[in-house]
């Protein structure tokens, strides 16, 4: 979705340790790479710069399959969205557990992160027809019955464009349909130190609950999974979240 703030990582970590990561947790996958091929993406990166650092330290552990609502999303039959789907691992994660293929659609605004997808899946031909960039969402009114979204929230800064993100979910859901997702958080009353690596926004459980009622979903439904902490005093927690479009 928005571009990132930061391309630089975080604790030392480095480009060449963090494709590696990522190559070895996506081979256990079942993706083989040709010889050379690290140094290869390597050369590549070092060149035009991982979009967004975070989404290479966690590529190929789609965050999906562990959201409470994950399970039940499975069941429903009707067209899903990823709304800002980065590097498609959670595509992928739909796939892999069966769900039909025509059925699905990613939409982000730029293709950098699935581009990093495919070059470390190495399935562009396979399924790149499966992506959609735009500058804006394409799609009519009522188009799908379940959009996902996962970790888009904390990177859009604004609230203008925050609204009109959440706005835009509840006009091409259909009526009984389902947004879930998650995004970094903190709980109301806990203060948020400045971070330089993080995203933009850190949302208070009553601004979650604000931004997606004022854009005419009911009141969501919140469980909160820890965050790593990343100095003393960092308090905040990855909030999950689900809620639908009234029928």
Same mark, same amino acid.
């Given at each position: 979705?928005?571009?990132?703030? @930061?391309?630089? %990582?975080?604790?030392? $970590? ?29 050369? $590549?990166?070092? $060149?035009? @710069? ?8 966690? +590529? ?19 067209? #899903? ?17 069966? %769900? ?6 990613? !939409? ?6 699935? &581009? +990093?997808? !495919? ?11 499966? #992506?959609?960039?735009? &500058?804006?969402?394409? %799609?009519?009114?009522?188009?799908? &019955?379940?959009?996902?979204?996962? @970790? ?26 389902? +947004? ?7 709980? &109301? ?13 850190? @949302? ?30 960092? $308090?905040?927690?990855? !909030?999950? #979240? ?6």
């Amino acid at each position: 979705m928005p571009a990132a703030h @930061s391309r630089t %990582f975080r604790d030392g $970590k480095t480009l060449e340790g963090e494709l590696a990561a990522a190559m070895y947790r996506v081979g256990m996958l079942g993706i083989t790479y040709p010889a050379h091929y690290h140094e290869t993406l390597v050369a $590549k990166y070092a $060149k035009d @710069s991982v979009p967004y650092p975070h989404i290479l330290t966690i +590529l190929g552990e789609p965050r999906i399959r562990s959201h409470f609502y994950y399970g039940e999303a499975l069941q429903r039959t009707g067209p #899903f969205l990823d709304y800002g789907c980065g590097t498609g691992d959670n595509i992928r994660q739909l796939l892999r557990d069966g %769900f039909l293929r025509d059925r699905i659609t990613g !939409f982000d605004l730029s293709w950098e992160s699935i &581009d +990093l997808g !495919f070059d470390l899946y190495r399935d562009r031909d396979a399924l790149r027809d499966l #992506f959609v960039v735009q &500058d804006t969402l394409p %799609f009519g009114a009522e188009r799908f &019955d379940t959009i996902y979204s996962g @970790s888009v929230i904390h990177v859009i800064a604004d609230d203008v464009e925050l609204d009109e993100y959440l706005t835009n979910a509840y006009r091409v859901l259909r009526p009984g349909g389902v +947004l879930f997702g998650s995004t970094l958080g903190i709980e &109301d009353g806990d203060a948020c130190s400045p971070d330089e690596h993080g995203p933009p926004r850190v @949302s208070p459980r009553s601004a979650i609950i604000r931004h997606t009622t004022a854009a005419g979903f009911a009141e969501p439904a919140i469980t909160v999974k820890p965050h790593e902490a990343h100095h003393p005093g960092d $308090k905040k927690c990855v !909030f999950e #979240f689900c809620t639908k479009k009234h029928k």
